[in-house]
């Protein structure tokens, strides 16, 4: 049984083009019937479409990517953009996907859940069976041996996320967090809405246009503050988030001072995500007070990114190690026998998603 | 036999400091079983030398200064194998490591395991006295070590560069948390070996006596402070830090100076 892989992904396919192919959402079983695959699996992000097949007889590229996308939505120059793994190289492939190494964002989780639920599904619907368990259930392991052998998921990477991971450094516990949003721009809601996601309950929106304000906390379930009240904010708040249009910082230390000596246990989280500043830049010289603007912010995502990038020569090494294995399996050998025989106690139900992977 | 006992439970606290040393520069730091091994095995050597100088003196093996010092290093991974656990600091093991190499080392290469020449005999009270308050010592060890963990990582949260390490250490009010309690503890300990050392029946200089109390008020000064909200959290971090410092100084000024008197 020959196991392989078509799809496209962001490396070859514009987003247009991933998602009609996405929208089409062939299933497992719809591609078994239409292609003659002995086992199906389809595997739809926001990234990627792929299917991941065993069949007796060869089944060309084209076959697979008109059934995927229907007829009517592929032409040739689309079919081009599907790539095509056979055998190893699929296995290497689907290890990598993954465990993150091919994802636009390299180390994030939340393909690791896709790929387990799309395994799910598969076998919910009966087309995935020995040849696809015993290539899902390696992956699932490589996965889990990358993200714990190596630091490839460590750090935040995006503006919202590495504001958390700092509150959480900062206060430890979010719950019961009091936040406030100064301006109502973009950034400002997604870092409120991702502080939200963490336990953030108490969010006050403060916005120079009432009814903007109004809205922005309708959105992340807050409530609006008027914009002449937000200073008397400070002896409640714990994080400021700021993004206004001001030309002149709104806050500096001299303001901040008299209420900072009250806060004596209370650390101040801000972020000032407005250019200009909002903030002045010396309040952070102030005892308990963290502040961070959106160069700081911008620059810890990056490198949090960059040192991502680094660990994947040592990811690529333990996908090196079951790939080999994996080939010696398919070709019958000592430590592939090892594998099937291992493969075999293993329980075919898929593991328990983590909160970070559903 | 026993300082070769003590020679190789240094070498594993020293591969333990080597190994988080270079990790940390590496820019690749995760808190690993190994450094934790490295302690409980430091441990386990120091255990055996503290237990064959004992039976060999048949009693605690506080009487100079080394077996002073082997005793806090001892002491202070005893807390740190009770305590970081429990307080899920298991990162502790990799700033305790140094601070008991350290202690370790000072003590085999000076010159100081000159043995008594006043050989007193057993004495319960005494022997209270000098271990409970060597285990205070170590609490307050382990708040040091806490507060150098919480000072670093309050650092990094202010300058904005956040190495590897930042993001192993526990959250700041986690690791407060761990100090205070910690100072509770080694204060508590304290306080008992103090007031056990009125019970010994011994002549009590009056210099060891001022020190003590000066060790012990510095602690409920900390402490009350902190009661009181008059001091923040990086202060009180500060404190353990200069506390413990001067602690240790004291500790042995005071036995240095037991020692040489005696030997006179």
Request: net charge neutral.
């Amino acid at each position: 049984m020959n196991v392989f892989c078509v799809g496209i992904s962001h490396h070859t396919a514009e987003v247009e083009v991933r998602e009609r192919y996405a929208a089409a959402s062939r299933t497992e079983v719809f591609m078994r019937e239409r292609c003659g695959c002995a086992e199906a699996l389809v595997l739809a992000t926001c990234n990627r479409v792929e299917v991941y097949a065993a069949a007796a007889q060869a089944i060309a590229t084209d076959e697979i990517a008109r059934s995927l996308g229907g007829n009517e939505s592929s032409s040739p120059a689309e079919a081009d953009e599907f790539y095509r793994y056979e055998g190893v190289e699929c296995a290497r492939h689907l290890f990598r996907v993954a465990a993150g190494l091919d994802s636009m964002v390299v180390g994030e989780t939340e393909i690791l859940g896709q790929t387990k639920k799309a395994y799910a599904q598969a076998r919910e619907a009966g087309t995935a069976g020995p040849s696809l368990h015993r290539l899902f259930q390696r992956a699932f392991r490589v996965a889990k041996q990358v993200r714990s052998r190596t630091d490839i998921t460590r750090g935040a990477v995006s503006v919202g996320s590495v504001a958390v991971e700092l509150a959480v450094k900062i206060f430890g516990d979010l719950a019961n967090r009091k936040a406030l949003v100064l301006g109502a721009g973009e950034t400002s809601e997604r870092t409120a809405r991702a502080l939200a996601a963490h336990g953030v309950t108490d969010l006050r929106v403060s916005n120079r246009s009432f009814e903007r304000g109004q809205d922005l906390a309708n959105r992340v379930g807050g409530r609006a503050v008027p914009f002449a009240e937000w200073k008397e904010q400070f002896r409640d708040i714990d994080i400021l988030i700021s993004s206004t249009s001001a030309g002149e910082p709104l806050l500096t230390a001299a303001m901040l001072s008299p209420i900072s000596s009250e806060r004596a246990d209370r650390p101040l989280f801000i972020i000032d995500i407005a250019v200009p500043r909002d903030i002045a830049p010396e309040v952070n010289e102030l005892e308990g007070v963290y502040l961070y603007d959106i160069d700081s912010l911008q620059t810890i995502a990056a490198q949090s990114l960059a040192q991502r990038r680094h660990q994947i020569a040592a990811g690529e090494e333990i996908i090196a190690e079951h790939v080999s294995a994996f080939a010696e399996f398919l070709e019958g050998g000592k430590t592939g026998r090892r594998h099937a025989e291992m493969m075999e106690r293993e329980p075919l139900s898929e593991a328990p998603l983590r909160p970070s992977e559903s | 036999m026993d300082r070769q006992l003590l020679l190789l439970s240094t070498i594993c606290y020293f591969v333990a400091v080597v190994r988080a040393v270079l990790i940390v520069r590496a820019g690749t730091f995760r808190p690993g079983r190994f450094n934790f091994l490295m302690v409980v095995l430091g441990f386990a050597l120091q255990t055996g030398f503290l237990s064959m100088r004992g039976h060999a003196l048949g009693r605690c093996p506080l009487t100079n200064l080394f077996e002073v010092f082997v005793f806090l290093a001892w002491s202070v991974a005893l807390i740190y194998l009770l305590v970081g656990p429990t307080y899920r600091l298991s990162l502790m093991g990799a700033f305790t490591a140094p601070v008991v190499w350290l202690i370790q080392t000072l003590a085999l290469l000076a010159p100081i395991d000159v043995p008594a020449s006043l050989r007193l005999p057993a004495n319960p009270w005494l022997e209270f006295h000098a271990s409970i308050s060597m285990i205070a010592y170590g609490a307050f060890a382990l708040a040091f070590v806490a507060g150098v963990m919480y000072l670093v990582q309050e650092r990094q949260l202010k300058t904005h560069h956040l190495h590897s390490i930042f993001y192993q250490l526990p959250p700041l009010p986690d690791l407060f948390a761990a100090i205070t309690r910690l100072l509770w503890l080694g204060f508590a300990l304290y306080t008992a070996g103090l007031a056990s050392g009125f019970f010994t029946g011994q002549p009590l200089p009056l210099v060891k006596v001022f020190c003590a109390f000066a060790v012990w008020l510095f602690y409920a000064a900390i402490l009350h402070g902190r009661h009181l909200r008059r001091l923040a959290p990086k202060r009180v971090a500060a404190l353990c830090i200069v506390a413990f410092t001067a602690a240790v100084s004291v500790l042995w000024g005071i036995t240095f100076a037991a020692q040489n008197s005696s030997l006179r």
